[in-house]
């Protein structure tokens, strides 16, 4: 195929392949770091030893994700030289700085902390400890907020000029707190937490299903089940709010997410499209189930609001894959709800008394609903992520670098060559982890461990 010799296309699907490879584990590593800080915090405060001994299990889970996250993000990095240098020489000023900041300020400081954290419970006192694993948190999720500084930049760029085309920073306040930042960096941060509570409540009624050690899992259940009553929601809520900023400032992208061709006349609503079959060629969708005016009062809060179709923009300025997107998108939206769904069900059932040793174990549905929805929050994250970077296409940087100016003069069969091998990489690297998680799940808690005196 013509486009399998397009060095460009290579090189984009190259850094998708490792990009959202990646971004698997910091969605645990982040979330889990929270939860290793409550559990430790109950332990301190209650003195009950099992807040201790969930601490101890699911570091290792932790460990084992940090592990291959820092493994796999290595080559991102690198990637920004060997197959995107004209972006790195353009942006290098700021973006540069920025993933330094990363490195700097984020990354070492959970390294840093990581090896009192894992092996410093008999070596130093128990605050010190505590404050090991606040640290490694607060470098976790130092690592989103920097990395989606750096992403939201490329959406809605600010606080710079091209000189010579070169980026020159202006303000690094306005670049930094850019119009996307705030709903890039909470939406993925509390992805990450969404992901890692529904991961530690799916292998919490693992356990409890094979009657395996059920009064201590129950304890990691239910605060699974406590933050994800609150996560979620707010979870969805920033997600809506983030649409409405990509309407505003991404209107091409906005109109791509729902396959939305043509703008709607002045006091007449735009219909949401439920469902379709976008046919860029010809410019409208094959069919439709839509809703009317529900575009409208998504977009804009006005059932007459006017909303920017896909047919304004050139056809080189539209998003590629519109199918991609639009489903994408509603894979991502539907994922949320179920899971929103799942943790209601769950709570009226412990409303009713049941979610007790003795009785949790007559709603095996509803754990292996929990089971079930261990990689959900993964889906709609790799969702989110299509969504996000293939809905700002053509652009690189959104309407001031073209993807296709910004890539590095390879050939394709070099491109071809990294790609094969960062998959055959790729593909061990997640075979070794299921191997070592399974491990690690296998032998279960150490129900005789006792804390440090």
Not at 5 to 18: E, G, H, I, K, N
Not at 166 to 187: Q, T
Not at 408 to 437: D, R
Request: glycine share 8%; hydrophobic share 55%.
């Amino acid at each position: 195929m013509e486009i399998l010799q397009d060095p460009v296309f290579l090189s984009r699907l190259q850094f998708s392949v490792t990009a959202m490879f990646h971004i698997l584990w910091p969605l645990t590593t982040v979330g889990i770091s929270l939860v290793l800080v409550v559990f430790e915090w109950l332990w301190l405060k209650t003195g009950d030893v099992d807040h201790y001994r969930h601490a101890r299990f699911w570091a290792k889970l932790f460990l084992l994700n940090f592990s291959v996250g820092v493994i796999s993000g290595i080559p991102l990095q690198f990637e920004f030289g060997t197959n995107w240098s004209r972006f790195a020489m353009v942006t290098g000023e700021f973006f540069g700085n920025i993933l330094g900041f990363e490195g700097a300020m984020a990354f070492m400081l959970e390294a840093g902390f990581l090896g009192i954290m894992l092996f410093g419970w008999q070596r130093v006192p128990p605050v010190i400890h505590f404050l090991a694993t606040c640290m490694v948190a607060l470098g976790a999720s130092l690592s989103v907020f920097w990395i989606l500084v750096a992403n939201s930049w490329m959406q809605t760029p600010a606080g710079i000029h091209l000189e010579n085309n070169r980026v020159v920073v202006d303000s690094y306040f306005e670049a930094i707190f850019n119009k996307n930042m705030p709903w890039g960096v909470l939406h993925m941060w509390f992805a990450c937490l969404m992901t890692s509570l529904f991961v530690i409540g799916g292998l919490s009624a693992w356990y409890i299903l094979k009657s395996k050690d059920t009064d201590f899992f129950l304890k990691s259940f239910k605060l699974a089940l406590i933050g994800a009553i609150f996560v979620v929601p707010i979870q969805i809520s920033l997600g809506h709010a983030s649409g409405h900023g990509v309407f505003a400032n991404q209107p091409a992208k906005g109109a791509a997410i729902e396959a939305h061709w043509t703008t709607n006349q002045e006091g007449k609503g735009a219909a949401w499209n439920l469902l379709s079959w976008p046919n860029q060629m010809e410019q409208k969708n094959a069919w439709a189930l839509s809703i009317p005016n529900g575009l409208s009062v998504l977009a804009t809060g006005d059932r007459h609001g006017q909303v920017l179709g896909l047919k304004s923009f050139p056809l080189s300025d539209q998003p590629p894959a519109i199918p991609l997107i639009f489903y994408s998108f509603r894979i991502m939206v539907a994922t949320g709800i179920a899971l929103f769904g799942l943790a209601l069900w769950t709570l009226v059932v412990w409303f009713k008394g049941q979610l007790s040793a003795e009785s949790i174990c007559n709603h095996r549905w509803l754990l292996r609903a929990w089971i079930a929805s261990i990689p959900l929050g993964y889906v709609a994250t790799e969702c989110g992520w299509i969504v996000r970077e293939v809905g700002r296409q053509p652009w690189v940087i959104y309407g001031l670098l073209r993807t296709r100016d910004a890539a590095s003069t390879l050939p394709a069969s070099v491109v071809a060559v990294s790609l094969v091998s960062f998959v055959v990489i790729y593909v061990s690297l997640f075979m070794l982890f299921l191997i070592f998680a399974a491990r690690i799940l296998r032998k279960g808690p150490d129900l005789a461990l006792m804390p440090p005196s």
